[in-house]
Every structure is written in structure tokens, then in C-alpha cells.
């Protein structure tokens, strides 16, 4: 059982910058497929990147603007954004999942955090 606290998110100017944390309590955090997901409403959750085993995925929407990192001996994994953008204001999610499985879909991901609101400005 993992569960999952994010923590960072907030409001900002359209450019600016936050970096979102997700701290895991359970046993085995490094064995396990992290991601960033975000949703807005009346839309579908969506996949913003993944970390495992010393890679990383994006999304094309955030690549080269977004960075994924993870501390094992922390049990955190991090969400570093630059210059956002407006349309990026949604509750952002943390996910754990087994590394098998499609790291972009959602049914990969057993476990979810409650999700941390960012709002951007124009």
C-alpha cells in the first residue's frame, strides 16, 4: 500500500515557475513507476510525464518546459514547471504503478494522490 501527499501547487503569472512535490509513505517507492498527471473540468485526467529507473517520459504539450525528478531516499518525486502557460491551470495529480504497463495511461497507476491546484494567470 502506498499512499500519496502532493504539495507545492498554487497560483502564478503566465511564465512563471512552480515546482510540485509528492511525498509517498508505504514501503518500495523506488520500485515504482511515478507520474504527473492533470485535470480540468469536464475533462479527462491527463498524462504530463513519468520517472522510472533513471528515465523519463513527457507529454509533447510540456517537453523542455517540465522536469521530473525523484528522491528514493526521500520517497518523493518532484514536478519542476517553467514558464507556464494559462491554460495549464488544472489539479494536478501524482500516480504510483507498477513499471510494466504503459507508462502514458492512467490504468497503469495503482495508487493516486488527493491532487494540488495550480492556477495560472494571463
Known amino acids: 500500500q502506498v499512499q500519496l501527499v502532493e504539495s507545492g501547487g498554487g497560483s502564478v503569472q503566465a511564465g512563471g515557475s512552480l515546482r510540485l512535490s509528492c511525498a509517498a509513505s508505504g514501503r518500495g517507492f523506488s520500485i515504482y513507476r511515478m507520474a504527473w498527471f492533470r485535470q480540468t473540468p469536464g475533462k479527462e485526467r491527463e498524462f504530463v510525464g513519468s520517472?522510472?529507473?533513471?528515465?523519463?517520459d513527457y507529454a509533447d504539450s510540456v517537453r523542455g518546459r517540465f522536469t521530473i525528478s525523484r528522491d528514493n531516499a526521500k520517497n518523493t518525486v518532484y514536478l519542476q514547471m517553467n514558464s507556464l502557460k494559462p491554460e495549464e491551470t488544472a489539479v494536478y495529480y501524482c500516480a504510483a504503478g507498477v513499471p510494466a504497463g504503459p507508462g502514458r495511461a492512467r490504468g497503469t497507476y495503482e495508487y493516486w494522490g488527493q491532487g494540488t491546484q495550480v492556477t495560472v494567470s494571463s
Open positions: 520517472t522510472w529507473s533513471g528515465r523519463t
